[in-house]
């Protein structure tokens, strides 16, 4: 289930923050530090904020067939309902008043460093930072509402045989969510220095070791599985996502470029290629590793000398199910799977 988007985007857009900030060189090293200090603060409210998120998952990951029916499925829906209170992030979490205090710093210290340098001209990279600080608890609930609809939705399927996908549901979001936090304490941890590596704060006094200690950590951001890395497709689009399978996609692309194959067959496929990199973004990495190898061998063998049709018409079928569970019978991939297998027909 798609539960952490809005979380993602503000992970890419902190990172992207932390590595701006740190190679505009018209930044102070004082006015730098004002900078990652804000960075930090709005990492450790985010994290605050997303705790509870994790250990409610946790709860439905590990449920079992009596919680059904005891009180605790009724517990678990007020938690669940509470995390989208605006009172509880401005009294019980007390975010809202953390919230207040970033919003002063950098309004004081912060917007006045930065306003005068081009890579901050109008501050649009830090849309959602900024929405955070000024929306306040508001905004929290926003990134937050998602999830809490859809734990809603997955306990109320909650029976004795749905109880597997269930679990799986929550345990599947929950190591998404996890590897999000991470990457975000990861993040402060650099920065502050309790990672076992010189802090970004303290080398804002040798710009060539933070930049270049920045860089590396950009190297490893865009290879990560959380929000991926940046895959140039051959149809001139920009894949944003795991590394291996935007890798995999880009591979079949080569390969239909550098077969011998009939070029009506070679554009069928470079369509395909397209279809399912765009069907793709709404499947969950493990689904989008399936996807992605059928689609491998369905162009590997039908590019081949003397493709052999058991083995093509295997592939396109995953193909075509897994199309046929994201957007039904209409999918244009199921289309243009079946226009390859007919052309295919015709000469194999």
Same mark, same amino acid.
């Given at each position: 289930?798609?539960?952490?988007?809005?979380?993602?985007?503000?992970?890419?857009?902190?990172?992207?923050?932390?590595?701006?900030?740190?190679?505009?060189?018209?930044?102070?090293?004082?006015?730098?530090?004002?900078?990652?200090?804000?960075?930090?603060?709005?990492?450790?409210?985010?994290?605050?904020?997303?705790?509870?998120?994790?250990?409610?998952?946790?709860?439905?990951?590990?449920?079992?067939?009596?919680?059904?029916?005891?009180?605790?499925?009724?517990?678990?829906?007020?938690?669940?309902? $509470?995390?989208?209170?605006?009172?509880?992030?401005?009294?019980?979490?007390?975010?809202?008043?953390? $919230?207040?205090?970033?919003?002063?710093?950098?309004?004081?210290?912060?917007?006045?460093?930065?306003?005068? $340098?081009?890579?901050?001209?109008?501050?649009?990279?830090?849309?959602?930072?900024?929405?955070?600080?000024?929306?306040?608890?508001?905004?929290?609930?926003?990134?937050?509402?998602?999830?809490?609809?859809?734990?809603?939705?997955?306990?109320?399927?909650?029976?004795?045989?749905?109880?597997?996908?269930?679990?799986?549901?929550?345990?599947?979001?929950?190591?998404?969510?996890?590897?999000?936090?991470?990457?975000?304490?990861?993040?402060?941890?650099?920065?502050?220095?309790?990672?076992?590596?010189?802090?970004?704060?303290?080398?804002?006094?040798?710009?060539?070791?933070?930049?270049?200690?920045?860089?590396?950590?950009?190297?490893?951001?865009?290879?990560?599985?959380?929000?991926?890395?940046?895959?140039?497709?051959?149809?001139?689009?920009?894949?944003?996502?795991?590394?291996?399978?935007?890798?995999?996609?880009?591979?079949?692309?080569?390969?239909?470029?550098?077969?011998?194959?009939?070029?009506?067959?070679?554009?069928?496929?470079?369509?395909?290629?397209?279809?399912?990199?765009?069907?793709?973004?709404?499947?969950?990495?493990?689904?989008?590793?399936?996807?992605?190898?059928?689609?491998?061998?369905?162009?590997?063998?039908?590019?081949?000398?003397?493709?052999?049709?058991?083995?093509?018409?295997?592939?396109?079928?995953?193909?075509?199910?897994?199309?046929?569970?994201?957007?039904?019978?209409?999918?244009?991939?199921?289309?243009?799977?079946?226009?390859?297998?007919?052309?295919?027909?015709?000469?194999?």
């Amino acid at each position: 289930m798609e539960m952490n988007r809005g979380l993602n985007d503000l992970v890419v857009q902190i990172d992207q923050m932390v590595e701006t900030a740190a190679t505009a060189p018209g930044l102070e090293d004082a006015e730098l530090r004002r900078v990652l200090s804000f960075i930090s603060q709005v990492i450790q409210v985010v994290e605050q904020a997303f705790q509870d998120v994790l250990t409610l998952l946790i709860e439905i990951k590990y449920l079992e067939s009596a919680d059904l029916r005891s009180p605790k499925m009724m517990e678990l829906r007020k938690q669940i309902d $509470l995390l989208t209170a605006r009172s509880y992030y401005r009294d019980a979490a007390e975010i809202c008043s953390r $919230l207040k205090h970033l919003r002063e710093n950098f309004d004081q210290y912060v917007r006045p460093a930065v306003n005068s $340098l081009p890579q901050f001209s109008n501050l649009s990279g830090w849309s959602g930072v900024l929405g955070l600080i000024e929306d306040r608890e508001g905004r929290i609930i926003m990134l937050i509402e998602d999830t809490s609809r859809e734990m809603s939705r997955v306990l109320d399927t909650a029976q004795d045989n749905t109880l597997p996908e269930v679990r799986a549901t929550a345990s599947q979001s929950a190591e998404a969510l996890r590897a999000l936090l991470s990457e975000l304490h990861e993040l402060n941890g650099r920065i502050l220095g309790y990672s076992g590596k010189t802090g970004f704060l303290e080398l804002t006094r040798n710009r060539n070791e933070l930049q270049r200690e920045v860089r590396i950590m950009v190297d490893k951001r865009d290879q990560s599985v959380t929000h991926g890395h940046k895959v140039q497709m051959g149809n001139s689009n920009l894949f944003h996502g795991n590394f291996v399978i935007g890798t995999t996609i880009q591979d079949s692309f080569n390969q239909i470029a550098q077969s011998n194959a009939d070029e009506d067959i070679k554009q069928k496929l470079e369509l395909l290629c397209s279809q399912v990199q765009e069907l793709i973004k709404t499947l969950p990495v493990e689904k989008q590793k399936e996807v992605t190898q059928d689609l491998s061998s369905f162009v590997a063998e039908t590019t081949k000398e003397t493709p052999r049709r058991k083995w093509y018409e295997l592939s396109g079928e995953g193909l075509m199910e897994a199309a046929k569970a994201c957007a039904g019978l209409t999918s244009p991939v199921i289309a243009t799977v079946k226009d390859i297998l007919a052309f295919l027909s015709t000469w194999v």
